[in-house]
């Protein structure tokens, strides 16, 4: 770079990052039963709205049960038959509800819903590529699918 030259702060001239697989990092929240790295975060690149990582699921592997807060997160499957499950409340009676994927498929789970992903394969591991509204990794683990949160009770925690 030329000695003088000053690189504009204003948004049409910043640079661009490369993230290379070597480059992934597992200082990122975790879930028992799968192993997230980030790539795309506040504290790699500077993000402001956006986290993008990978998870892997081992096979025959059932993840615990968590949500991601107040993100919007979507999944791309990569390789492996990943299932998500998750509670449905639209119904009579709640039940879960299981959806199967395959390589090429997206999922969007809405924020703050419970679910856990798990990988029936006993072969193959299942790796996803994920992206959430949020510049961090938000990762609520939970003992079951039925949690009660912000949305159903207030952000102050009473019911209303």
Not at 19 to 36: D, F, H, K, V
């Amino acid at each position: 770079m030329a000695e003088g030259l000053v690189l504009p702060e204003d948004p049409f001239h910043r640079r661009l990052h490369r993230i290379a697989p070597a480059a992934l990092t597992s200082e990122t929240a975790q879930t028992s039963g799968m192993y997230r790295q980030a790539a795309i975060s506040g504290a790699s690149v500077h993000s402001e709205r956006l986290w993008m990582g990978q998870a892997r699921v081992a096979p025959a592997t059932i993840s615990a049960n968590h949500h991601h807060g107040d993100s919007e997160t979507a999944i791309y499957i990569v390789s492996g038959t990943p299932s998500f499950v998750f509670l449905d409340v639209e119904g009579e009676e709640e039940r879960e509800t299981r959806i199967d994927t395959r390589p090429g498929d997206f999922i969007f789970v809405p924020p703050f819903v419970p679910h856990r992903e798990e990988n029936p394969d006993p072969g193959n591991e299942a790796v996803v590529v994920i992206a959430r509204s949020t510049q961090e990794a938000i990762v609520v683990n939970l003992p079951d699918l039925r949690w009660e949160g912000p949305v159903a009770r207030g952000h102050d925690g009473r019911v209303g």
